[in-house]
């Protein structure tokens, strides 16, 4: 993003604004050009961005590491703000479909339109115009998606709030995809803005409950956390156990902390208040916090992964400098840090394992700057600095992966603001000698797909469409033969 624009920063969360809608070819060509301001869908942050009409991707870097370009491959043209972005198969069909979720603000100029939508995958694209859009319009924090009714179909969690305080709500699946009429509201007193959505089976009972993060409006801005329990099947509407202390809270997440098979919830607080963790004892979830940070700069969601490979769960937060707490023996202690100039806090971040090298690597997107990075593991230990940055010239609220194209590989998506609101970036499987089932190794698994390739190149081409039968060809003379077995063999047996 151009460093021509100004932020500034809300400690109390200001009411959203109602917005009239109108059609969106009639807002768009009535969108006035020059300064335009964007709200995060938190209310924290407001930005101001140099010109409406300048809606571009901007210098960026790759490291040969990471699998994607700096440019999109894919982008919706629809005028949205986008809270949450998520790959999931929600209509059965094995392939990944795009979820979107939106919300309203006081930017300006003003958006029409908040609907949640879905862009369907057919055949591993994704469709230009999303075919399924939500019954209701309302303001969308997060989104989350599982088998919530235990009817095989997966179901849309919508995590919902704004100034307006309008309750969360369920879409459920059917055979074809979730319905657009949400079969489930939420009814929590006092009325909260829920800003982050986690479902898990806590009590390890078969089924989904449902925990939420959530503040409230000035001058009333803190809430208690949220959890919903289900069951067999049937969420409750009311909750069932709240978080003594009232909050800003974000970026719920479920990790084993110590070790005892029972996950412990993690969440990230705002300005005053410090990230915590809540111990889960024998599925019981305890109402005060286990561990708590100690910082009460503003934190923004938590991540859960093993990142040093130690076999226990390492809690990454969204600080300004995003942070990571190693896991020893069950205790948190702070070891990492994103280095400055890359340091401003993030709206999203996930850990994925980007490189497909078996670990996990750590990837953000920042509202302010419109940023993505990836900071890439290896052999258990994060750069401080990141392998890949992208830079768009809108807002950055959203990041998620998921095999979208079916290659085996994970693509990113991005939720941004404005005439662009969605961008996915397809991974690009390296060209690996002897990778010939291009999962970016050379083991064991590719001797099977190397036979097919000397045996039959057409069954190879139909069984690996992303590979080239030129991975196999080891002696480099153009042919793929039997002059190039004994080379493969030595890619397989060398340390």
Same mark, same amino acid.
């Given at each position: 993003?151009?460093?021509?624009?100004?932020?500034?920063?809300?400690?109390?969360?200001?009411?959203?604004?109602?917005?009239?809608?109108?059609?969106?070819?009639?807002?768009?060509?009535?969108?006035?050009?020059?300064?335009?301001?964007?709200?995060?869908? *938190? #209310?924290?942050?407001?930005?101001?961005? !140099?010109?409406?009409?300048?809606?571009?991707?901007?210098?960026?870097?790759?490291?040969?590491?990471?699998?994607?370009?700096?440019?999109?491959? %894919?982008?919706?043209?629809?005028?949205?703000?986008?809270?949450?972005?998520?790959?999931?198969?929600?209509?059965?069909?094995?392939?990944?479909?795009?979820?979107? &979720?939106?919300?309203?603000?006081?930017?300006?100029?003003? /958006?029409?339109?908040?609907?949640?939508?879905?862009?369907?995958?057919?055949?591993?694209?994704?469709?230009?115009?999303?075919?399924?859009?939500? &019954?209701? $319009?309302?303001?969308?924090?997060?989104?989350?998606?599982?088998?919530?009714?235990?009817?095989?179909?997966?179901?849309?969690?919508?995590?919902?709030?704004?100034? &307006?305080? @309008?309750?969360?709500?369920?879409?459920?699946?059917? +055979?074809?995809?979730?319905?657009?009429?949400?079969?489930?509201?939420?009814?929590?007193?006092?009325?909260?803005?829920?800003?982050?959505?986690?479902?898990?089976?806590?009590?390890?009972?078969?089924?989904?409950?449902?925990?939420?993060?959530? $503040?409230?409006? @000035?001058?009333? !801005?803190?809430?208690?956390?949220?959890? /919903?329990?289900?069951?067999?099947?049937?969420?409750?509407?009311? +909750?069932? %156990?709240? @978080?003594?202390?009232?909050?800003?809270?974000?970026? !719920? @997440?479920?990790?084993?902390?110590?070790?005892?098979? %029972?996950?412990?919830?993690?969440?990230?607080? %705002?300005?005053?208040?410090?990230?915590?963790?809540?111990?889960?004892?024998?599925?019981?979830?305890?109402?005060?916090?286990?561990?708590?940070?100690?910082?009460?700069?503003?934190?923004? #969601?938590?991540?859960?992964?093993?990142?040093?490979?130690?076999?226990?769960?390492?809690?990454?937060?969204?600080?300004? !400098?995003?942070?990571?707490?190693?896991?020893?023996?069950?205790?948190?202690?702070?070891?990492?840090?994103?280095?400055?100039?890359?340091? =401003? $806090?993030? $709206?999203?971040?996930?850990?994925?394992?980007?490189?497909?090298?078996? *670990?996990?690597?750590?990837?953000?997107?920042?509202?302010?700057?419109?940023?993505?990075?990836?900071?890439?593991?290896?052999?258990?230990?994060?750069?401080?600095?990141?392998?890949? =940055? /992208?830079? *768009?010239?809108?807002?950055?609220?959203?990041?998620?992966? &998921? *095999?979208?194209?079916?290659?085996?590989?994970?693509?990113?998506?991005?939720?941004?603001?404005?005439?662009?609101?969605?961008?996915?970036?397809?991974?690009?499987?390296?060209?690996?000698?002897?990778?010939?089932?291009?999962?970016?190794?050379?083991?064991?698994?590719?001797?099977?797909?190397?036979?097919?390739?000397?045996?039959?190149?057409?069954?190879?081409?139909?069984?690996?469409?992303?590979?080239?039968?030129?991975?196999?060809?080891?002696?480099?003379?153009?042919?793929?033969?039997?002059?190039?077995?004994?080379?493969?063999?030595?890619?397989? =047996?060398?340390?």
């Amino acid at each position: 993003m151009s460093s021509k624009f100004s932020i500034a920063l809300t400690l109390t969360v200001a009411a959203a604004a109602v917005i009239n809608s109108v059609k969106a070819d009639e807002a768009r060509s009535s969108i006035p050009t020059g300064p335009r301001i964007e709200v995060s869908k *938190d #209310g924290h942050y407001r930005v101001e961005l !140099p010109d409406v009409a300048d809606e571009s991707e901007n210098a960026s870097f790759r490291f040969n590491g990471v699998p994607y370009l700096t440019t999109s491959d %894919w982008n919706n043209n629809l005028r949205r703000q986008v809270s949450a972005v998520l790959v999931a198969d929600v209509n059965n069909d094995g392939k990944k479909d795009l979820l979107v &979720g939106c919300y309203t603000s006081t930017s300006f100029p003003p /958006y029409p339109e908040w609907t949640n939508l879905i862009y369907y995958n057919i055949g591993g694209t994704l469709e230009a115009t999303p075919s399924w859009i939500s &019954g209701s $319009q309302v303001h969308t924090g997060d989104l989350a998606v599982g088998d919530i009714n235990k009817d095989s179909y997966p179901d849309v969690f919508s995590a919902d709030g704004g100034g &307006g305080f @309008s309750p969360s709500r369920i879409y459920f699946g059917t +055979p074809s995809g979730p319905s657009t009429t949400a079969g489930w509201i939420a009814t929590p007193s006092p009325s909260t803005w829920t800003t982050g959505v986690a479902l898990f089976d806590f009590d390890h009972d078969g089924d989904l409950d449902a925990f939420t993060s959530n $503040q409230g409006v @000035s001058p009333n !801005p803190f809430r208690r956390m949220l959890g /919903y329990r289900n069951n067999d099947g049937v969420l409750e509407t009311t +909750p069932f %156990w709240q @978080s003594d202390e009232e909050a800003i809270s974000s970026g !719920p @997440s479920f990790g084993d902390l110590d070790g005892d098979g %029972w996950e412990d919830l993690a969440v990230g607080k %705002w300005v005053n208040f410090q990230t915590a963790v809540y111990k889960n004892v024998n599925g019981v979830l305890q109402t005060f916090p286990v561990w708590q940070s100690g910082l009460t700069g503003g934190d923004r #969601g938590t991540a859960w992964a093993d990142v040093d490979g130690d076999n226990d769960l390492d809690l990454a937060v969204g600080r300004s !400098p995003m942070m990571l707490y190693t896991n020893t023996g069950g205790v948190l202690n702070p070891t990492w840090t994103a280095a400055p100039p890359f340091s =401003t $806090q993030p $709206q999203d971040m996930k850990f994925v394992d980007v490189d497909r090298d078996g *670990d996990q690597d750590l990837a953000e997107f920042q509202f302010s700057t419109g940023r993505a990075h990836i900071y890439l593991n290896t052999n258990g230990v994060l750069s401080n600095a990141p392998a890949y =940055t /992208y830079d *768009d010239s809108s807002t950055g609220n959203a990041i998620a992966f &998921g *095999d979208i194209n079916g290659d085996g590989w994970e693509d990113m998506a991005i939720g941004i603001n404005g005439d662009i609101s969605v961008r996915v970036f397809f991974a690009r499987i390296p060209e690996i000698i002897g990778d010939m089932n291009c999962d970016g190794l050379v083991n064991l698994d590719d001797v099977d797909p190397f036979v097919l390739a000397q045996l039959d190149p057409a069954a190879y081409a139909t069984a690996y469409p992303f590979c080239s039968t030129s991975r196999g060809d080891i002696n480099t003379d153009a042919l793929l033969n039997g002059g190039d077995v004994q080379g493969f063999s030595n890619l397989l =047996t060398a340390p």
